[in-house]
């Protein structure tokens, strides 16, 4: 059978012009994704750069002893600046517009009064903390005391009484004589040891105490020192105490007379 070449030259065309349009449908395919990759490549490598400011701290500021404490500056430090909030009379605060970046951002708290806090904290969206300060100042040592350990009825006792405050503030002294009678002091100098006279009246042991006030009103422990007045102990201590000093002395006469 003879072949039409006309109808074999369109048939050729037709065939020709499907394999370009796959070709073409499938170069389109490949651009496109290509296109969408490098887009999205983009879209992401953007989205990396852009920090959100809509991390937020909250919380409470509380002293020692759990009382809110009103008026504490809490601050957020990043990237050279800051946010903060001051705490309301419930001791609640909220800083607001911090950035959410994989950090660890400086936070402050402080008062006039108080020691002022740090802590490091990453942050996101409402991130809770509470913060508690302490008192700034520091209260005074101990007191140390020098005196007698026994005395009579009726005779007037005299003790030396001293404590450190390491805020260098004054300090007064409380004294429990320990048989109803209490004495406080004038608020004298750091380390400066203060005279104090007692007379107790009546026979026994007693134990007074004492402690030491700065002018702020932030106290010692008490300091707890035993007495005796006039009883069998005190004697024998007294007695005692006689003996050891008359001793060399009684050593002394017995090498004089060779009995030594």
Same mark, same amino acid.
């Given at each position: 059978?003879?072949?039409?070449?006309?109808?074999?030259?369109?048939?050729?065309?037709?065939?020709?012009?499907?394999?370009?349009?796959?070709?073409?449908?499938?170069?389109?395919?490949?651009?496109?994704? @290509?296109?969408?990759?490098?887009?999205?490549?983009?879209?992401?490598?953007?989205?990396?750069?852009?920090?959100?400011?809509?991390?937020?701290?909250?919380?409470?500021?509380?002293?020692?002893?759990?009382?809110?404490?009103?008026?504490?500056? %809490?601050?957020?430090?990043?990237?050279?600046?800051?946010?903060?909030?001051?705490?309301?009379?419930?001791?609640?605060?909220?800083?607001?517009?911090?950035?959410?970046?994989?950090?660890?951002?400086?936070?402050?708290?402080?008062?006039?009064?108080?020691?002022?806090?740090?802590?490091?904290?990453?942050?996101?969206?409402?991130?809770?903390?509470?913060?508690?300060?302490?008192?700034?100042?520091?209260?005074?040592?101990?007191?140390?005391?020098?005196?007698?350990?026994?005395? @009579?009825?009726?005779?007037?006792?005299?003790?030396?009484?001293?404590?450190?405050?390491?805020?260098?503030?004054? %300090?007064?002294?409380?004294?429990?004589?320990?048989?109803?009678?209490?004495?406080?002091?004038?608020?004298?100098?750091?380390?400066?040891?203060?005279? %104090?006279?007692?007379?107790?009246?009546? @026979?026994?042991?007693?134990?007074?105490?004492? @402690?030491?006030?700065?002018?702020?009103?932030?106290?010692?422990?008490?300091?707890?020192?035993?007495?005796?007045?006039?009883?069998?102990?005190?004697?024998?201590?007294?007695?005692?105490?006689?003996?050891?000093?008359?001793?060399?002395?009684?050593?002394?006469?017995?090498?004089?007379?060779?009995?030594?």
């Amino acid at each position: 059978m003879k072949k039409n070449p006309a109808l074999l030259n369109k048939t050729n065309v037709i065939v020709l012009l499907i394999f370009f349009m796959l070709l073409s449908s499938s170069a389109f395919a490949i651009t496109k994704e @290509k296109i969408n990759w490098n887009f999205s490549s983009y879209a992401q490598e953007s989205t990396s750069n852009i920090i959100l400011h809509n991390g937020s701290l909250l919380g409470y500021v509380n002293d020692t002893t759990g009382n809110p404490i009103e008026g504490a500056l %809490v601050r957020v430090h990043f990237h050279g600046t800051y946010e903060e909030d001051y705490s309301d009379s419930a001791g609640f605060y909220h800083v607001t517009n911090i950035p959410i970046c994989y950090c660890m951002k400086n936070t402050t708290c402080s008062k006039e009064g108080y020691k002022t806090e740090w802590v490091l904290l990453s942050i996101a969206e409402n991130t809770n903390y509470d913060f508690v300060l302490t008192s700034g100042n520091n209260p005074p040592t101990k007191p140390e005391v020098d005196g007698p350990c026994t005395g @009579k009825p009726g005779m007037e006792i005299c003790f030396l009484f001293y404590s450190t405050d390491f805020d260098n503030d004054s %300090v007064m002294y409380t004294i429990d004589w320990g048989d109803g009678n209490i004495t406080e002091t004038d608020h004298y100098p750091s380390d400066i040891p203060v005279e %104090v006279c007692h007379t107790w009246i009546e @026979k026994g042991r007693y134990i007074f105490r004492c @402690k030491a006030t700065d002018i702020h009103g932030a106290e010692s422990g008490w300091l707890e020192r035993e007495f005796w007045v006039d009883n069998s102990r005190a004697s024998h201590i007294s007695i005692y105490q006689l003996f050891l000093e008359k001793l060399p002395i009684l050593f002394r006469f017995l090498e004089l007379i060779n009995i030594y």
